[in-house]
Nanobody
Framework: QVQVVESGGGLAQPGGSLKLSCVAS????????MYWYRQVPGKGREFVAA???????NYADSVKGRFTISRANTKNTVYLQMNNLKPEDTAVYYC?????WGRGTQVTVSS
């Protein structure tokens, strides 16, 4: 069964940066489309970014120009570089590959 585990969350100041990582196991990582979502209390999960096996990356309008998704197939890892963070980026960030969610990592942006 595929597993994905996120890390790298924490506290950042507005305008700061964080880099999230998601390691996948029990799968052929290079054949999987990978995604980041986020969720705040009381709301549904929101799409953040996607990096398919082939084709272009895709971003939510709210993070375009600030976040960058990338992958390292040799490390079974997908990353989310988050720059110029805003308080509204505060959420639990989830890694997703079809049929599998991680447990999430908390990102808090506050001064």
């Amino acid at each position: 069964q595929v597993q994905v585990v996120e890390s790298g969350g924490g506290l950042a100041q507005p305008g700061g940066s964080l880099k999230l990582s998601c390691v996948a196991s029990r799968t052929i990582f290079s054949s999987r489309d990978m995604y980041w979502y986020r969720q705040v209390p009381g709301k549904g999960r929101e799409f953040v970014a996607a990096i398919p096996v082939s084709g272009s990356t895709n971003y939510a309008d709210s993070v375009k120009g600030r976040f960058t998704i990338s992958r390292a197939n040799t490390k079974n890892t997908v990353y989310l570089q988050m720059n110029n963070l805003k308080p509204e980026d505060t959420a639990v960030y989830y890694c997703y590959t079809p049929n599998t969610w991680g447990r999430g990592t908390q990102v808090t942006v506050s001064s």
